[in-house]
């Protein structure tokens, strides 16, 4: 069973910045996709990046800056977040697809919380 387990939140003052981390316990090498969504209290999931193979891609909030990248050879995803704001303060949950068909592999996701 494949698991993933993300690290690296914190509280941060705004305009801050933190790199979120997220370990698969399989190689992510093959994996069709990975990436991040976020849930805040009282709304619903938001989705905030995705890598594939041969591209990127962001929401509108994380345009600019956020930066999500993947290490395959330590099965691990990552999520750099620069100037970061109050309403980035949310779970930040790590996924992967490990293809097109399989169910898609949640983690339990790390607190970030932005605020002076």
């Known amino acids: 069973q494949v698991q993933v387990v993300e690290s690296g939140g914190g509280l941060v003052q705004p305009g801050g910045s933190l790199r979120l981390s997220c370990a698969c316990s399989?190689?992510?090498?093959?994996?069709?996709?990975v990436g991040w969504f976020r849930e805040a209290p009282g709304k619903p999931r938001e989705y905030v990046a995705t890598i594939g193979d041969g591209f990127i891609q962001y929401s509108a909030s994380a345009q600019d800056r956020f930066t999500i990248s993947r290490d395959n050879a330590k099965n691990t995803i990552y999520l750099q977040m620069n100037t970061l704001k109050p309403e980035d303060t949310a779970l930040y949950h790590c996924y992967v697809d490990p293809s097109p068909t399989l169910l898609r592999i949640w983690g339990r996701g790390t607190q970030v919380t932005v605020s002076s």
């Open positions: 399989e190689s992510i090498a093959s994996f069709y996709i």
